[in-house]
């Protein structure tokens, strides 16, 4: 069955620093895949997708690149801010089964 | 504002209470979906609905109950619920339930059983 695999957390970074979470994945077909972000308290949010290989998903600094040869959809920013402490979730929707496989979920905490 | 309402955010209910949880949007989506969230644990699918249908009952026991009377709202009743139930309820609702479409998420109702 379809499966998703991210780091283990918590990562903790310093302000500016860059930011990678690493998101792979196992399914069958060609799957669409999406990152999601959680703040306290809240539900999530989503925060890009993309959904053929090699498309670039973006959204408020943050990147991802469906690389369908390494399985991979590893979400990146370039200089994290305190704001962008939360929990972020990769999941994937396949066309087997319509319904998004979520991983479990990555948290971020940045200092000052 | 996500334009998904959930109602209540909180509720803390004896396990011989019953209770309902509502969710609402009005994005002109046509799937919903309940979602449960524990500590430590992966988000678990309980329920989907897709145009009023419900396609999707994820093992859930009886004692969670959906009801989807139209496209924009989504109730989950409970009834002789247990401490390990205990948890964060997320409501979701997308365009249709398909690959390519993202869901938009409400705040959540964290219920306590006690």
């Known amino acids: 069955g379809d499966s998703v695999t991210q780091m283990e957390g918590p990562v903790t970074l310093s302000e500016e620093a860059f930011l990678t979470i690493n998101c792979t994945y196992t399914a069958t077909g060609y799957p669409s895949l999406f990152w999601y972000v959680q703040y306290p308290g809240e539900g999530l949010q989503l925060l890009l997708k993309a959904t053929k290989a090699d498309d670039k998903g973006s959204n408020k600094g943050f990147e991802a690149t469906y690389r369908k040869e390494t399985t991979s959809f590893h979400l990146e920013k370039g200089s994290v801010q305190v704001s962008d402490s939360a929990v972020y979730f990769c999941a994937l929707a396949s066309g087997g089964s319509y319904i998004p496989t979520f991983g479990r979920g990555t948290s971020l905490i940045v200092h000052p | 504002e996500t334009g998904v309402t959930q109602t209540p955010r909180h509720l803390v209910m004896g396990m011989t209470n019953k209770k309902s949880l509502k969710c609402e949007q009005h994005l002109g989506h046509n799937a919903m979906y309940w979602y449960k969230q524990s500590a430590k644990k992966p988000l678990e699918l309980m329920f989907v609905y897709n145009f009023k249908e419900q396609t999707e009952n994820n093992s859930v026991p009886s004692r969670f109950s959906p009801e989807c009377p139209n496209s924009s709202h989504l109730f989950l009743h409970l009834h002789t619920l247990q401490p390990e139930d205990s948890a964060l309820y997320l409501c979701?609702?997308?365009?249709?339930?398909?690959?390519?479409?993202?869901?938009?998420f409400g705040s959540g109702t964290r219920l306590t059983v006690v």
């Open positions: 979701a609702s997308s365009q249709e339930a398909g690959t390519a479409y993202g869901y938009t």
